[in-house]
């Protein structure tokens, strides 16, 4: 039976008001019920269910064309809209109290038998291979449509919250030339211009930078960027960020325009959320406290800095040799009243995770019985601690019974990172972390520069950061002592997006170009369109990406971002789906001047 194809409502939208009416409805078979002589299908779109009824009082098909029927079936129907019996009221669905008793159907697309089930409530066992390959079938299944439903809201509320404050979505090009600013590109070869090459970029930082020369004012673009590095449950080749840039601001009306943004955002995507000021941190505060420069503020367990003359002349050799002057430092984290929540084999498995975070081990104390005297304490340490040494580190660290105590020694930074480390899998352990609850902070002044392991001196945002106005005279003595007028923006202990005020005078800027070791040569060749606009009116700018991907993400519940993107790639870099990446023909490789070995 064939019938006009023009949709009257959808799934989610018939209520009791509606009885008596003739209503077309599309969508896919959710669940087939045979009841003899009635027949039920649950009807789904992407808005919700809605209950058919097939009977042969009114249906002008046989019932039995019907039992033909299979999951994720494409149907079209028309009937009439009646109220369900008080005993079949289905209080779960917003049409749980209606059904629509069918006159007339058709097909409108069959389905093979599914790799995995999707209809609502099915139990998946299909392994994550199995789901990626057939990703638009995963994509029908609640829980993954609705993540992605919410990334939707979520930048609807984000270009709604930055149009509400004047930025611009302008579009910036996507085949660029390779920049050195801190990743692998992906490089894209030109057919016209042998032995050339185009870059992906990383973020489109230059060409929102020449957009404030241009007098734009304020810019945003909600933009794929790409990264050719190792991947992880947080990172993807290609990537989301809302990249936003500022005029004649600086660093403090960047914030505070940024945490506006994102707070007016954050009330259109969830009325329930309360505004509260972000928190902020610098980052030396950061490290020494945290042991991080994203730290999640959701929970205590901060480290705190033991003085070494606690443990001079105790007898315990790794204590004793501590050489402040060196570098070197003893870092303690306190778990309160935990006591009885660690046994000597979790501190074997405790001392790996501060391993393999590049410390150099781990020691703890189990303070029980007496604040006073270390013999009725379990600790690898108890028998270097006199009265004195117990007493001073009672008081330095506030100990009480029940406490644990986790100390760490060496290389400061080191020690610090490792035992950052080993806060997070303890609050995960000791499950203090409150998935409800959202902590935002700000975190400013990171370093200027960073060391790589041979010593040399790279940008540690990236080279077109400003330095500190009070720090500029470090550049020619003590460059590892300026910090930058950036920062980040952390959401539970992620970085959701990172930024800075930029250079605006070309004199400034071939002065960290120069302390990066960059040649007059290489600096023309890489950034001389830059150092070009800079010279003709420049004003102050600033800005910042925040991660699109990890914000949805956490908003939205998950723990990858891979949940929250519609069609991801692997660990591997792979989409199972299409099979991307492929090999070329010789003779495509040829046009492109290319040659594999």
Aim: glycine letters at 6%; a negative charge; hydrophobic letters at 40%.
């Amino acid at each position: 039976m064939k019938f006009p194809l023009a949709r009257t409502h959808r799934l989610h939208e018939l209520r009791p008001s509606h009885c008596g009416q003739r209503v077309t409805l599309m969508g896919w078979v959710n669940r087939v019920r045979d009841l003899g002589k009635l027949v039920f299908i649950d009807l789904r779109d992407r808005w919700g269910l809605t209950q058919l009824a097939f009977t042969t009082d009114v249906l002008v098909t046989p019932l039995a064309e019907v039992l033909a029927v299979r999951d994720e079936w494409v149907l079209a129907v028309q009937g009439e809209v009646a109220a369900r019996p008080q005993e079949m009221l289905n209080h779960k669905l917003p049409t749980g109290e209606i059904e629509v008793q069918v006159t007339q159907w058709q097909v409108l697309s069959t389905a093979e038998v599914l790799p995995f089930p999707i209809a609502e409530g099915a139990n998946i066992t299909a392994s994550d291979s199995t789901r990626s390959t057939y990703r638009y079938l995963d994509l029908r299944r609640s829980p993954v449509k609705d993540s992605i439903l919410q990334r939707v809201k979520l930048v609807r509320a984000i270009r709604n919250a930055l149009e509400a404050h004047d930025f611009l979505d302008i579009e910036t090009p996507l085949l660029y030339k390779s920049t050195p600013e801190g990743a692998r590109e992906f490089i894209v070869p030109s057919r016209i211009q042998p032995q050339h090459f185009y870059a992906l970029p990383q973020s489109p930082q230059l060409f929102k930078q020449l957009l404030m020369v241009a007098g734009f004012d304020r810019y945003y673009q909600i933009v794929k960027c790409f990264r050719d590095e190792d991947l992880r449950a947080d990172r993807q080749p290609e990537f989301t960020q809302v990249d936003c840039e500022l005029s004649f601001v600086d660093q403090e009306q960047v914030l505070t325009i940024i945490e506006q943004v994102v707070q007016l955002a954050l009330q259109e995507f969830n009325p329930d959320y309360e505004p509260r000021p972000f928190a902020r941190m610098t980052y030396a505060e950061a490290m020494d406290n945290y042991g991080s420069d994203k730290p999640d503020m959701r929970y205590g367990l901060k480290l705190q800095q033991v003085d070494t003359e606690i443990f001079a002349g105790c007898g315990f050799q790794v204590l004793e040799d501590v050489v402040p002057a060196d570098g070197e430092a003893i870092y303690a984290i306190k778990a309160t009243n935990c006591g009885d929540k660690f046994s000597r084999r979790d501190f074997e498995q405790l001392q790996e995770v501060v391993r393999t975070a590049g410390g150099a081990g781990l020691l703890w104390i189990k303070v029980q019985q007496t604040l006073d005297d270390a013999s009725a304490w379990q600790s690898p340490l108890k028998k270097y601690l006199d009265a004195a040494r117990v007493q001073n580190l009672t008081k330095l660290l506030s100990l009480q019974l029940g406490d644990v105590v986790f100390l760490s020694v060496g290389e400061r930074q080191r020690t610090r990172l490792a035992l950052g480390a080993l806060r997070v899998h303890l609050a995960e352990r000791l499950q203090l972390c409150d998935d409800q609850q959202q902590c935002w902070l700000w975190v400013t002044d990171f370093p200027l520069f960073v060391r790589d392991r041979e010593g040399k001196l790279g940008a540690a945002h990236h080279p077109f950061t400003r330095p500190h106005a009070d720090d500029v005279q470090y550049f020619g003595s003590a460059p590892d002592k300026i910090r930058a007028c950036a920062h980040d923006l952390v959401l539970n202990g992620v970085e959701i997006g990172g930024g800075s005020l930029r250079i605006h005078e070309p004199e400034l800027q071939r002065q960290v170009f120069a302390a990066l070791q960059l040649s007059a040569q290489e600096i023309d060749r890489k950034f001389g369109f830059l150092l070009r606009a800079l010279r003709y009116g420049t004003p102050p700018h600033g800005g910042i990406a925040i991660g699109l991907d990890r914000l949805a993400m956490l908003l939205s519940g998950n723990s990858s971002i891979r949940d929250v993107i519609a069609f991801p790639k692997t660990h591997q870099g792979t989409c199972l789906m299409t099979a991307a990446p492929t090999t070329l023909p010789a003779e495509v490789l040829r046009d492109y001047h290319i040659k594999v070995d």
